[in-house]
Protein backbone atom coordinates (compact mmCIF):
# COMPACT_ATOMS: atom_id res chain seq x y z
CA UNK A 1 0.00 0.00 0.00
CA UNK A 2 2.77 2.51 0.63
CA UNK A 3 4.46 1.65 -2.30
CA UNK A 4 1.38 2.23 -4.19
CA UNK A 5 0.65 5.54 -2.53
CA UNK A 6 4.62 6.20 -3.35
CA UNK A 7 3.97 6.05 -6.56
CA UNK A 8 0.73 7.73 -7.31
CA UNK A 9 1.98 10.52 -5.25
CA UNK A 10 5.61 10.59 -7.90
CA UNK A 11 3.18 10.96 -10.44
CA UNK A 12 1.18 13.65 -9.45
CA UNK A 13 4.24 15.16 -8.81
CA UNK A 14 5.28 14.74 -12.08
CA UNK A 15 2.49 15.87 -13.75
CA UNK A 16 2.89 19.14 -11.82
CA UNK A 17 5.61 19.46 -13.20
CA UNK A 18 4.81 19.11 -17.15
CA UNK A 19 1.68 21.89 -16.52
CA UNK A 20 4.62 24.01 -15.16
CA UNK A 21 6.56 23.54 -18.13
CA UNK A 22 3.77 24.16 -20.43
CA UNK A 23 2.71 27.04 -18.73
CA UNK A 24 5.71 28.71 -18.19
CA UNK A 25 7.76 27.79 -21.44
CA UNK A 26 8.93 31.10 -22.52
CA UNK A 27 9.46 34.55 -20.99
CA UNK A 28 6.93 36.67 -19.84
CA UNK A 29 6.15 39.20 -22.67
CA UNK A 30 8.04 43.35 -21.72
CA UNK A 31 5.35 45.98 -20.55
CA UNK A 32 7.35 49.11 -21.99
CA UNK A 33 6.42 51.25 -19.39
CA UNK A 34 7.61 48.88 -16.09
CA UNK A 35 10.61 48.73 -18.06
CA UNK A 36 11.02 52.33 -18.70
CA UNK A 37 9.96 52.62 -14.70
CA UNK A 38 12.89 50.83 -13.85
CA UNK A 39 15.16 52.81 -16.01
CA UNK A 40 16.37 50.54 -18.52
CA UNK A 41 15.12 49.26 -22.10
CA UNK A 42 16.01 47.03 -24.69
CA UNK A 43 15.46 48.35 -27.82
CA UNK A 44 15.51 45.67 -31.12
CA UNK A 45 17.14 47.09 -34.40
CA UNK A 46 18.85 46.17 -37.17
CA UNK A 47 22.81 46.29 -37.23
CA UNK A 48 23.36 46.45 -41.02
CA UNK A 49 21.34 48.97 -42.90
CA UNK A 50 23.64 51.99 -43.20
CA UNK A 51 21.93 55.53 -42.91
CA UNK A 52 18.87 53.17 -40.57
CA UNK A 53 20.11 50.78 -38.16
CA UNK A 54 23.87 50.07 -38.06
CA UNK A 55 26.59 48.82 -35.88
CA UNK A 56 29.67 50.91 -36.42
CA UNK A 57 33.01 49.22 -36.08
CA UNK A 58 33.81 50.83 -32.87
CA UNK A 59 30.43 49.30 -31.44
CA UNK A 60 27.98 52.55 -31.25
CA UNK A 61 24.97 52.62 -33.48
CA UNK A 62 23.61 54.58 -36.09
CA UNK A 63 21.04 55.85 -38.71
CA UNK A 64 17.35 57.10 -38.92
CA UNK A 65 15.95 54.03 -36.98
CA UNK A 66 18.15 54.27 -33.86
CA UNK A 67 17.70 58.06 -33.20
CA UNK A 68 13.62 57.00 -33.63
CA UNK A 69 14.12 54.69 -30.88
CA UNK A 70 16.74 57.17 -28.86
CA UNK A 71 13.54 59.58 -28.93
CA UNK A 72 11.50 57.31 -28.01
CA UNK A 73 13.42 55.98 -24.88
CA UNK A 74 13.91 59.34 -23.83
CA UNK A 75 9.92 60.51 -23.96
CA UNK A 76 9.49 57.44 -21.86
CA UNK A 77 12.21 58.85 -19.68
CA UNK A 78 14.96 56.31 -20.14
CA UNK A 79 18.29 58.10 -21.04
CA UNK A 80 20.59 56.56 -24.25
CA UNK A 81 23.15 54.75 -22.02
CA UNK A 82 20.12 53.34 -20.55
CA UNK A 83 19.04 51.59 -23.99
CA UNK A 84 20.52 48.25 -24.71
CA UNK A 85 20.09 47.45 -28.31
CA UNK A 86 19.37 43.84 -30.07
CA UNK A 87 19.75 42.99 -33.34
CA UNK A 88 16.39 42.19 -34.88
CA UNK A 89 17.04 40.14 -37.64
CA UNK A 90 13.40 40.75 -40.40
CA UNK A 91 12.46 36.82 -39.71
CA UNK A 92 12.54 36.83 -35.77
CA UNK A 93 10.56 40.14 -34.87
CA UNK A 94 7.51 38.76 -33.79
CA UNK A 95 9.67 35.79 -31.89
CA UNK A 96 11.80 38.59 -30.05
CA UNK A 97 8.96 40.66 -29.20
CA UNK A 98 6.18 37.23 -28.00
CA UNK A 99 9.59 35.89 -26.33
CA UNK A 100 9.89 38.62 -24.03
CA UNK A 101 13.23 39.87 -25.46
CA UNK A 102 13.07 43.63 -26.05
CA UNK A 103 10.63 45.98 -25.08
CA UNK A 104 10.32 47.28 -28.37
CA UNK A 105 10.92 47.22 -32.15
CA UNK A 106 12.58 50.11 -34.46
CA UNK A 107 13.73 48.12 -37.26
CA UNK A 108 12.18 48.96 -41.10
CA UNK A 109 9.30 47.24 -39.47
CA UNK A 110 6.07 46.92 -42.25
CA UNK A 111 2.59 47.10 -40.10
CA UNK A 112 0.50 44.38 -41.69
CA UNK A 113 -2.76 42.64 -40.81
CA UNK A 114 -0.68 39.32 -40.18
CA UNK A 115 1.80 40.64 -38.22
CA UNK A 116 -0.75 42.35 -35.95
CA UNK A 117 -1.92 39.19 -35.58
CA UNK A 118 0.73 38.37 -32.78
CA UNK A 119 2.24 41.95 -32.03
CA UNK A 120 1.51 45.46 -31.62
CA UNK A 121 2.70 48.60 -33.65
CA UNK A 122 2.53 52.33 -32.52
CA UNK A 123 3.25 54.69 -35.91
CA UNK A 124 4.10 54.58 -38.34
CA UNK A 125 7.08 56.70 -37.89
CA UNK A 126 7.96 56.54 -41.71
CA UNK A 127 6.58 55.46 -44.90
CA UNK A 128 8.39 53.74 -47.46
CA UNK A 129 8.44 52.17 -50.63
CA UNK A 130 9.57 48.73 -52.23
CA UNK A 131 12.09 49.18 -54.94
CA UNK A 132 15.56 47.51 -56.90
CA UNK A 133 19.09 47.99 -56.29
CA UNK A 134 21.38 46.48 -59.03
CA UNK A 135 24.90 46.96 -60.33
CA UNK A 136 25.60 50.65 -62.05
CA UNK A 137 26.07 49.07 -65.33
CA UNK A 138 22.74 47.53 -65.48
CA UNK A 139 20.49 48.58 -67.95
CA UNK A 140 17.99 45.75 -68.16
CA UNK A 141 16.02 46.05 -64.70
CA UNK A 142 14.49 49.06 -64.62
CA UNK A 143 11.33 47.46 -61.96
CA UNK A 144 9.94 44.53 -61.29
CA UNK A 145 8.16 43.54 -64.40
CA UNK A 146 11.48 43.59 -65.74
CA UNK A 147 12.82 40.45 -63.70
CA UNK A 148 11.50 37.75 -65.97
CA UNK A 149 14.18 35.37 -68.01
CA UNK A 150 15.87 33.85 -64.86
CA UNK A 151 17.31 37.17 -63.29
CA UNK A 152 17.93 36.09 -59.49
CA UNK A 153 16.21 38.81 -57.44
CA UNK A 154 17.60 38.53 -53.69
CA UNK A 155 15.73 39.67 -50.60
CA UNK A 156 15.41 38.65 -47.11
CA UNK A 157 13.47 35.56 -45.34
CA UNK A 158 10.38 36.46 -43.15
CA UNK A 159 10.66 40.54 -44.84
CA UNK A 160 7.23 42.14 -45.86
CA UNK A 161 9.59 42.66 -49.64
CA UNK A 162 10.07 38.86 -50.42
CA UNK A 163 6.43 38.24 -49.30
CA UNK A 164 5.47 41.10 -51.98
CA UNK A 165 7.42 39.44 -54.56
CA UNK A 166 6.35 35.97 -54.24
CA UNK A 167 2.45 37.09 -54.30
CA UNK A 168 2.22 39.41 -57.02
CA UNK A 169 5.73 38.46 -59.43
CA UNK A 170 5.30 35.04 -58.51
CA UNK A 171 7.61 33.95 -61.85
CA UNK A 172 10.76 35.82 -60.41
CA UNK A 173 13.37 33.24 -59.65
CA UNK A 174 13.68 34.83 -55.85
CA UNK A 175 16.66 34.34 -53.53
CA UNK A 176 16.36 34.87 -49.99
CA UNK A 177 19.15 35.70 -48.04
CA UNK A 178 18.89 35.95 -43.75
CA UNK A 179 19.77 39.73 -44.06
CA UNK A 180 20.03 42.76 -46.40
CA UNK A 181 24.05 42.93 -46.13
CA UNK A 182 24.28 39.53 -47.13
CA UNK A 183 22.27 40.04 -50.90
CA UNK A 184 23.77 43.34 -51.30
CA UNK A 185 27.40 41.33 -51.15
CA UNK A 186 25.62 38.63 -53.95
CA UNK A 187 25.01 41.35 -55.92
CA UNK A 188 28.29 42.57 -56.00
CA UNK A 189 29.56 39.61 -56.57
CA UNK A 190 27.26 38.92 -59.55
CA UNK A 191 25.47 36.01 -57.35
CA UNK A 192 22.44 37.56 -57.83
CA UNK A 193 21.00 40.53 -60.47
CA UNK A 194 19.45 42.74 -58.07
CA UNK A 195 17.95 42.98 -54.82
CA UNK A 196 14.50 44.28 -53.50
CA UNK A 197 13.16 45.59 -50.30
CA UNK A 198 12.32 49.15 -48.91
CA UNK A 199 13.88 52.45 -51.02
CA UNK A 200 15.35 53.97 -48.35
CA UNK A 201 17.02 51.04 -46.80
CA UNK A 202 18.52 50.39 -50.59
CA UNK A 203 19.68 54.04 -50.78
CA UNK A 204 21.55 53.63 -48.02
CA UNK A 205 23.47 51.27 -49.51
CA UNK A 206 23.60 52.75 -52.66
CA UNK A 207 25.75 55.63 -50.89
CA UNK A 208 27.70 52.89 -49.41
CA UNK A 209 29.08 51.91 -52.60
CA UNK A 210 29.04 55.17 -54.74
CA UNK A 211 29.29 54.10 -58.54
CA UNK A 212 29.11 50.26 -57.56
CA UNK A 213 24.90 50.15 -56.73
CA UNK A 214 22.15 52.06 -58.01
CA UNK A 215 18.64 52.14 -56.94
CA UNK A 216 16.16 51.72 -60.31
CA UNK A 217 12.46 52.39 -60.80
CA UNK A 218 9.27 53.39 -58.91
CA UNK A 219 8.48 52.27 -55.68
CA UNK A 220 5.70 49.77 -56.43
CA UNK A 221 4.31 49.51 -52.76
CA UNK A 222 3.13 51.38 -49.57
CA UNK A 223 5.02 50.48 -46.44
CA UNK A 224 4.23 52.53 -42.97
CA UNK A 225 7.05 51.26 -40.88
CA UNK A 226 5.71 50.80 -37.38
CA UNK A 227 7.42 50.24 -33.92
CA UNK A 228 6.17 46.66 -32.70
CA UNK A 229 6.11 45.89 -29.06
CA UNK A 230 4.07 43.17 -27.52
CA UNK A 231 0.32 42.81 -28.33
CA UNK A 232 -1.43 43.56 -25.16
CA UNK A 233 0.29 46.55 -23.95
CA UNK A 234 -1.81 49.45 -25.00
CA UNK A 235 -0.43 51.75 -22.42
CA UNK A 236 2.79 51.33 -24.08
CA UNK A 237 2.05 51.30 -27.37
CA UNK A 238 -0.23 55.10 -26.58
CA UNK A 239 3.26 56.35 -24.75
CA UNK A 240 5.28 55.43 -28.32
CA UNK A 241 2.49 56.89 -30.29
CA UNK A 242 2.67 60.11 -28.30
CA UNK A 243 6.72 60.11 -28.50
CA UNK A 244 6.14 59.95 -32.47
CA UNK A 245 4.08 62.72 -33.15
CA UNK A 246 6.06 64.92 -30.52
CA UNK A 247 9.15 63.98 -32.57
CA UNK A 248 7.12 65.09 -35.58
CA UNK A 249 5.59 68.39 -34.11
CA UNK A 250 8.76 69.90 -32.40
CA UNK A 251 11.20 69.19 -35.90
CA UNK A 252 13.72 66.31 -34.19
CA UNK A 253 12.08 64.24 -36.78
CA UNK A 254 13.50 66.19 -39.51
CA UNK A 255 16.53 66.63 -38.38
CA UNK A 256 17.22 63.07 -37.48
CA UNK A 257 16.31 62.22 -41.17
CA UNK A 258 18.59 64.82 -42.48
CA UNK A 259 21.10 64.21 -40.27
CA UNK A 260 21.22 59.97 -41.01
CA UNK A 261 19.30 59.17 -44.14
CA UNK A 262 19.53 62.61 -46.52
CA UNK A 263 23.51 61.99 -47.26
CA UNK A 264 22.27 59.14 -48.98
CA UNK A 265 20.22 61.67 -51.64
CA UNK A 266 16.83 60.43 -50.43
CA UNK A 267 14.51 63.37 -50.81
CA UNK A 268 12.81 64.47 -47.28
CA UNK A 269 9.15 63.07 -47.58
CA UNK A 270 6.20 64.46 -46.27
CA UNK A 271 6.61 63.19 -41.91
CA UNK A 272 3.60 60.57 -41.44
CA UNK A 273 0.12 60.54 -39.60
CA UNK A 274 0.13 58.19 -36.82
CA UNK A 275 -2.37 55.64 -36.65
CA UNK A 276 -3.90 54.51 -33.40
CA UNK A 277 -3.69 50.67 -34.16
Partial sequence: MRITRSIRLGVGIAALAVVATACGGGEEARNVSSSAENGNLIVGIKFDQPGLGLRNPDGSFSGFDVEVAKYVAGQLGVSEENIEFKESPSAQRETLIQNGEVDYIVATYSITDTRKEKVGFAGPYFVAGQSLLVADGNTDITGPDSLSGGKKLC???????????????????????????????????????????????????????????????EPFTTENYGIGLSKDDTEGRDKINDAIEEMVSTGAWKTAFEETVGPSGYPLPAPPTVDRY
Fill in 155 to 217: SVTGSTPAQNIADEYPGVQLQPFDTYSACVEALRNGAVDAVTTDDIILAGYAAQYPGELKVVG
